[in-house]
T-cell receptor
């Protein structure tokens, strides 16, 4: 029972263009969402968060959008850079336990 | 500020052997998490501590896995005996507290290979 889904295992984008990574969830009670970036042989690095009371949060080149009615969030990276090539995970927080449930990840490759 | 420290970084053992992992969280972080990440999957929470009390261990295979957090700081995760399916990266993370929207910060992980 996968409560947080990232349906695209991989994505390739040209340098300078926009990267859009998607995440869907099934539990409408999830109230806090995170995005992480992971390089090989390293732990996940926190990128950006969004609360369920917002529909957008921006931090530099990274913007997260939340559509509660569709139970969908997306991470936009503009402009994409080769150093952004990594695996990206979304995570959702269960308000009862504050336990984070992670998606399976999307591997982003930014082509120079 | 120092990040989350974990050791060892890599471990290879035979099935049925035991193994232990160590984690030192970010100073002042009350919440500590252990996650298991199997190749091709997202991290799965095994156990969550608030100070030295367990908040959630619903997905910890308690017949073989155990964890403790001494004095609310360092933590160890043990597997005894190990099975082939325990091969994974074990990630430790910590966050400030359990208020709304805590952000776990991860260590580099320990890659376990069970032969």
């Amino acid at each position: 029972d996968q409560q947080v889904k990232q349906n695209s295992p991989s994505l390739s984008v040209q340098e300078g263009r926009i990267s859009i990574l998607n995440c869907d969830y099934t539990n409408s009670m999830f109230d806090y969402f995170l995005w992480y970036k992971k390089y090989p042989a390293e732990g996940p690095t926190f990128l950006i968060s969004i609360s369920s009371i917002k529909d957008k949060n921006e931090d530099g080149r990274f913007t997260v959008f939340l559509n509660k009615s569709a139970k969908h969030l997306s991470l936009h990276i503009v402009p994409s850079q080769p150093g952004d090539s990594a695996v990206y995970f979304c995570a959702a927080s269960d308000p009862g336990t504050y336990k984070y449930i992670f998606g399976t990840g999307t591997r982003l490759k930014v082509l120079a | 500020e120092a990040g989350v420290a974990q050791s060892p970084r890599y471990k290879i053992i035979e099935k049925r052997q035991s193994v232990a992992f160590w984690c030192n969280p970010i100073s002042g972080h009350a919440t500590l998490y252990w996650y298991q990440q199997i190749l091709g999957q997202g991290p799965k929470l095994l156990i969550q501590f608030q100070n030295n009390g367990v908040v959630d261990d619903s997905q910890l295979p308690k017949d073989r896995f155990s964890a403790e957090r001494l004095k609310g700081v360092d933590s160890t995760l043990k597997i005894q005996p190990a099975k082939l399916e325990d091969s994974a990266v074990y990630l430790c993370a910590s966050s400030l507290d359990l208020k709304r929207g805590p952000i776990p910060f991860f260590g580099p992980g320990t890659r376990l290979t069970v032969l």
